[in-house]
């Protein structure tokens, strides 16, 4: 009884050891994606955008909203999914969480002239925190189905 009680509790601190590195995680990238998100872009002045097309016929700005989104909703799916939540809960929240820090970002843009916040690209980040979500679950049962 002792050594259930202390494997328990080393797997707990492991995941809490492993939630945290998640939680640093999120935040990091997240800061990472509100700078990127506030500073002037390369060859666009004002609010224009500098567009330009893929040779595969992808707008990389919509490109790089559903990678970045993508990516904080999959590392908030992955550290929930530590933490013992039921993997519809996870879905949900993550894709609450990512997809709401995308349009928060959104409405930070309105007034920097030289950026421009929009519901376009709030809905592109909401679809690319599903994505995330989706590919994160995707892969985990896969890799639970090759372990067995």
């Known amino acids: 009884m002792t050594s259930d009680r202390a494997s328990g509790g080393a797997r707990t601190r492991v995941a809490d050891a492993l939630s ?5 995680s999120i935040v990091g990238f997240s800061l990472l994606v509100l700078v990127v ?6 060859g666009s002045s004002g609010g224009e ?4 097309t893929l040779s595969v016929g992808v707008d990389p700005f919509v490109a790089s909203h ?10 908030c ?10 993997v519809r809960e996870v ?5 609450v969480l990512a997809a709401g820090y995308g349009a928060t970002i959104e409405l930070l843009q309105v007034p920097i ?36």
């Open 49 to 52: 955008a500098a567009f330009f």
């Open 77 to 86: 799916r992955r550290t929930l999914r530590e933490r013992d939540f039921e």
């Open 91 to 95: 879905a949900v929240i993550a894709v």
């Open 66 to 75: 559903l990678l970045a989104y993508a990516i904080i909703a999959g590392l």
């Open 20 to 24: 945290a590195v998640g939680s640093r």
């Open 113 to 148: 002239p030289w950026r421009s916040g929009g519901l376009f690209d709030a809905a592109i980040n909401a679809v690319g925190a599903v994505v995330g979500v989706l590919v994160g679950t995707i892969a985990g049962a896969l890799a639970r189905t090759s372990t067995r």
């Open 37 to 42: 998100s506030v500073v002037p872009v390369p």
